[in-house]
């Protein structure tokens, strides 16, 4: 499952809920009929639930969205803080250059000289550009970086190699 938002809050009294979405085209999810709901962004794919999409909207900086299992304000509340995904095949394709977070996830680093940095652990949203959590290491001392995920330090990235190239020195 890829997440692919967070609901905030209630909408309104007839069911709708306000979602906070971790990109930045969150209207292309109206293609999709269905979307998936959990409270642990962790879940195994089966502990997701489908929800059928009525209808969504943009509403500020988030989304607002109705579904056909969700009557009313109470319903909408029980979903509060709620995770909302899809499977990887159910999801619009990405324009080129392009990536779901989920995607992201598990790639390795390297820098320019080829120095390994660490694998993507992470992404966080910051408002102005989304940056990388990389893990150098498994044990709980291991370094973190956080690069900023613009073209300024991200030279390339390799989905089939699994692999990231950064302008980022490893002592940074």
Not at 17 to 37: E, N, S, Y
Not at 61 to 87: C, I, M, S, T
Not at 104 to 129: K, R, W
Request: proline share 5%; net charge negative.
């Amino acid at each position: 499952m890829i997440v692919l938002g967070r609901i905030v809050a209630p909408f309104g009294v007839q069911g709708w809920v306000k979602i906070h979405p971790f990109g930045d085209d969150p209207l292309a999810w109206r293609t999709m009929p269905h979307w998936w709901l959990c409270a642990d962004d962790h879940a195994a794919e089966g502990q997701w639930q489908r929800f059928t999409l009525k209808a969504c909207r943009m509403h500020g900086k988030g989304l607002v969205a109705a579904f056909a299992e969700v009557a009313d304000r109470n319903a909408a509340e029980a979903l509060d803080g709620f995770y909302v995904a899809a499977p990887r095949d159910a999801l619009p394709a990405p324009a080129e250059g392009e990536y779901y977070w989920g995607d992201l996830v598990g790639l390795a680093v390297e820098n320019e000289a080829g120095e390994a940095l660490g694998t993507v652990t992470g992404l966080l949203s910051t408002g102005a550009h989304d940056v990388l959590q990389i893990r150098d290491g498994t044990d709980k001392d291991a370094a973190e970086r956080l690069v900023p995920f613009v073209a300024a330090y991200i030279l390339d990235v390799d989905l089939a190699a699994r692999r990231i190239r950064v302008n980022w020195e490893k002592d940074w």
